[in-house]
T-cell receptor, first 112, second 113 residues
Framework: SQQGEEDPQALSIQEGENATMNCSYK?????LQWYRQNSGRGLVHLIL?????REKHSGRLRVTLDTSKKSSSLLITASRAADTASYFC????????????FGTGTQLKVEL | DAGVIQSPRHEVTEMGQEVTLRCKPI?????LFWYRQTMMRGLELLIY????????DSGMPEDRFSAKMPNASFSTLKIQPSEPRDSAVYFC???????????FGDGTRLSIL
């Protein structure tokens, strides 16, 4: 079952603009992760934020987590054509195995 | 460093045939995951292993699916007999320890005719 629901499903922006994607989830989590998937390829890990963290940065990426609202957002600043991909949030459960449940994804298109 | 390696990249076969998908995780990673991705259902976890032992196979659709991990560097996912609804992209991922990121292979695109 899909734990994370992402919004929007698709996003089209111009190069240089910022892109914001949102993720909502339903159950308690240990961490939340964001992954990128280019067409025909596997998922690539971008950033992990733990449940006791509120914000995290990595290069042009900024992730926020609000556990009271069970939501997260991913901001990509100064987007590039190479950022065109699908982006997925994944919630890690609190069990010992820390299974991931993936959201439905946001398709981002960055146009020149 | 070599990433997760999956084979074959593409497989086309007829309904009823046995299909075997293969995965080599990253050396030193203790957990291995098999996922299935379709347009309708998104990315679903089928089964995962810790230290070569299957921990949770609740996502395996039915008895036609089986997975093994005979050693730390190799896993297989088998479908027998295959059906058209099994058509999907199957991903393998590995992880060094719990609460760390997963590393994905490039998947096997499976088409059952």
């Amino acid at each position: 079952s899909q734990q994370g629901e992402e919004d929007p499903q698709a996003l089209s922006i111009q190069e240089g603009e910022n892109a914001t994607m949102n993720c909502s989830y339903k159950t308690s989590i240990n961490n939340l992760q964001w992954y990128r998937q280019n067409s025909g390829r596997g998922l690539v890990h971008l950033i992990l934020i733990r449940s006791n963290e509120r914000e995290k940065h990595s290069g042009r990426l900024r992730v926020t987590l609000d556990t009271s609202k069970k939501s997260s957002s991913l901001l990509i600043t100064a987007s590039r054509a190479a950022d065109t991909a699908s982006y997925f949030c994944a919630t890690g459960d609190t069990g010992g195995g820390n299974k991931l449940t993936f959201g439905t994804g946001t398709q981002l298109k960055v146009e020149l | 460093d070599a990433g997760v390696i999956q084979s074959p990249r593409h497989e086309v076969t007829e309904m009823g045939q046995e299909v075997t998908l293969r995965c080599k995780p990253i050396s030193g990673h203790n957990s291995l995951f098999w996922y299935r991705q379709t347009m309708m259902r998104g990315l679903e976890l089928l089964i995962y292993f810790n230290n070569n032992v299957p921990i949770d196979d609740s996502g395996m659709p039915e008895d036609r699916f089986s997975a093994k991990m005979p050693n730390a560097s190799f896993s297989t996912l088998k479908i027998q007999p295959s059906e058209p609804r099994d058509s999907a992209v199957y991903f393998c991922a590995s992880r060094i320890r719990p609460y760390e990121p997963q590393h994905f292979g490039d998947g096997t695109r499976l088409s059952i005719l």
